[in-house]
């Protein structure tokens, strides 16, 4: 039994990396498609995290970051520090790096690196870009549910138990913009941050994020001359991309019923039923000026919903 005094005494003040976002000892992942920029934005956050600034809005425990590459050099790495001017210096920022002509980095081999970090550094925060870059021996297959949720993802975890680390795997997106693989990968980690280009404008990305333990996050991205993503200014006007997309289809469908489930899988919508049910609910005002009318029809225990489409005024349109 603790006391509250002992309790005050013995509780971590800062159990987290980044606030609302990343706990410490956690296990995260970021997926986008090719060219998106998910190695700008995991430099732009071991920046904000070695220096203890501010990520996108979010406070930041600073710690030194251990960033293992097995795609981009060292000289690759450079070149985008410079060109986003990062502050990234001897003391907070360490590379591991897949040498050319050498075998594959291992997680048995890696474990020397990350007891260094931590014990000697005392790091707590490592990056790894590519998740599938790296092998954990254990005969696994990237598309497997049982590999991966029960092989891969606890190998991870089991070093951020024993080494006091926060990991963050880079990954990608398949063709469906769904995580590229099994979804034992979504459903094993702490938390996903989701990166996708805008299909109308090649400037404006969508951020998404899912945790098991902090609020759901939607975020509209632009990137500025130095490659450095920003919070776009238009973001309160913006429709989330889930609901465009679902928008996009009802207007070719004009009058059909669906389910929140239904919905998200036939659409392959990054989201939860549950949570695109609330989302659907919070903005009926916003698809009403867009033309898309939402009913509620109730059918028994069945929560399904009518939309229809009608075009706009052209009042409203301006």
């Known amino acids: 039994m603790k006391t509250i005094s002992e309790m005050k005494k013995t509780a971590i003040k800062k159990d987290f990396i980044v606030d609302n976002l990343m706990k410490s000892n956690g296990l995260y992942c970021l997926v986008a498609r090719p060219k998106v920029g998910k190695s700008l934005l995991a430099l732009q956050l071991a920046d904000s995290i070695a220096n203890g600034t501010t990520f996108l809005g979010f406070n930041t425990n600073p710690s030194p ?41 291992n997680l048995m081999d890696l474990k020397l690196t990350f007891k260094e970090f931590s014990e000697d550094l005392k790091g707590n925060f490592v990056i790894v870009d590519m998740f599938c870059g790296v092998d954990t021996y254990t005969d696994s297959d990237l598309s497997n549910y049982q590999d991966m949720g029960q092989k891969v993802i606890p190998k991870y975890r089991e070093i951020c138990k024993e080494y006091g680390l926060t990991i963050l795997l880079i990954h990608h997106l398949n063709k469906s913009n769904t995580t590229l693989g099994s979804t034992a990968i979504d459903g094993s980690v702490d938390g996903i941050i989701t990166l996708k280009l805008d299909n109308n404008l090649k400037d404006k990305i969508y951020f998404q994020y899912e945790s098991k333990d902090y609020e759901r996050r939607e975020l509209i991205l632009k990137r500025n001359d130095n490659l450095i993503f920003e919070i776009s200014e238009f973001e309160s006007n913006d429709l989330n991309p889930n609901l465009l997309i679902f928008l996009n289809y009802a207007i070719k469908k004009q009058d059909f019923t669906f389910t929140c489930g239904s919905i998200t899988s036939d659409l392959t919508l990054s989201i939860t039923p549950s949570t695109f049910g609330k989302l659907l609910r919070k903005n009926l005002n916003n698809l009403e000026k867009e033309g898309l009318h939402i009913e509620d ?22």
């Open 297 to 318: 029809c109730r059918i028994g225990k069945e929560r399904k919903y009518r939309a229809y489409y009608e075009e706009p005024p052209l009042e409203d349109l301006e």
């Open 65 to 105: 970051v251990l960033y293992i590459s097995t795609e981009m050099t060292s000289a690759q790495l450079l070149e985008r520090i410079n060109k986003m001017n990062l502050h990234l210096n001897d003391d907070n920022f360490f590379v591991e790096e897949q040498e050319v002509n050498q075998r594959k980095l």
